[in-house]
């Protein structure tokens, strides 16, 4: 397989959750294959529990594995 197939498929993004201390969130913890699956789950999580709510952010697996941030948790 040459190099340019390799960078002409698409990518797989995975998503997870996080408490405020930007580890796995304890109630949440799992691996979405879009971004709307994840954000659907901590919706309906925070019907149950308002106030936590804002305590849950959104990070992203890059190519190499590591996972980045995309939404801070809003941490008073």
Do not use: N
């Not at 971004?35 to 019907?47: F, K, M, N, Y």
């Not at 106030?51 to 849950?56: I, Y």
């Amino acid at each position: 397989m040459s190099i340019w197939t390799l960078l002409a498929q698409p990518v797989r993004r995975q998503y997870r959750l996080v408490d405020g201390t930007l580890q796995p969130h304890p109630q949440l913890d799992g691996v979405y294959d879009s971004l709307d699956a994840a954000l659907g789950d901590a919706i309906a999580w925070s019907r149950r529990d308002p106030a936590a709510a804002a305590t849950v952010g959104i990070e992203v697996c890059t190519s190499p594995g590591q996972w980045r941030t995309l939404r801070f948790p809003q941490v008073t």
